[in-house]
Antibody, heavy 122, light 107 residues
Framework: QVQLVESGGGLVKPGGSLRLSCAAS????????MSWIRQAPGKGLEWISY????????YYVDSVKGRFTISRDDAKNSLYLQMNSLRAEDTAVYYC???????????????WGQGTLVTVSS | DIQMTQSPSTLSASVGDRVTITCRAS??????LAWYQQKPGKAPKLLIY???SLESGVPSRFSGSGSGTEFTLTISSLQPDDFATYYC?????????FGQGTKVEIK
């Protein structure tokens, strides 16, 4: 069955860095677009980044552009999010999610991981 | 950016009720809309894609409709397992955005 397992979250000081990982299993990872979405405590969902197959296309929400970098390693069935210059407002649960196939436009997220909590605080 | 506005923000209903949640986009998004259900401490679950297509394994009491700027999610007969928060999401443009959520509570 499809599984996405995030790791790498934790407590970091403002200005610090973290690298999140998402281990995928149960499907051919290289065939799928992938995304990162976050949810601040008690708040709604915010899509933050997307990567196409083979890393061919990458998008970011403006609030993380220049600070976060999405990448993938298809040989390791893994998705990554390098987060630099972290701010208090980046505190959230970070989810990785798979893009559903069979739709002409990317953006439908059919499987999500359980999330990993990132806390930015001094 | 395309803004998504859901109404109501909170909805109190009883088991067996018909429930409708509305999602409005700030500009036309054709049918590029999905609905998700999220329970406390859990990841969101895809319910509806392309505005009206039911995801595999989702009960048929859930349905979606709409196109352009106005969309609805309907639960035909609310079940105990349906008390959760529901989000719409547009993917018309690459800056995908979610509505603020609608919490369905027990009346």
């Amino acid at each position: 069955q499809v599984q996405l397992v995030e790791s790498g979250g934790g407590l970091v000081k403002p200005g610090g860095s973290l690298r999140l990982s998402c281990a995928a299993s149960g499907f051919t990872f290289s065939d799928y677009y992938m995304s990162w979405i976050r949810q601040a405590p008690g708040k709604g969902l915010e899509w933050i980044s997307y990567i196409g197959r083979s890393g061919s296309t990458i998008y970011y929400v403006d609030s993380v552009k220049g600070r976060f970098t999405i990448s993938r390693d298809d040989a390791k069935n893994s998705l990554y999010l390098q987060m630099n210059s972290l701010r208090a407002e980046d505190t959230a649960v970070y989810y990785c999610a798979r893009d559903r196939k069979g739709i002409p436009v990317a953006g439908t997220l059919d499987y999500w991981g359980q999330g990993t909590l990132v806390t930015v605080s001094s | 950016d395309i803004q998504m506005t859901q109404s109501p923000s909170t909805l109190s209903a009883s088991v067996g009720d018909r429930v409708t949640i509305t999602c409005r986009a700030s500009q036309s998004i054709s049918s590029w809309l999905a609905w998700y259900q999220q329970k406390p401490g859990k990841a969101p679950k895809l319910l509806i894609y392309k505005a009206s297509s039911l995801e595999s394994g989702v009960p048929s009491r859930f349905s979606g409709s709409g196109s352009g700027t106005e969309f609805t999610l309907t639960i035909s007969s609310l079940q105990p397992d349906d008390f959760a928060t529901y989000y719409c999401q547009q993917f018309n443009s690459y800056l995908w955005t979610f509505g603020q959520g609608t919490k369905v509570e027990i009346k």
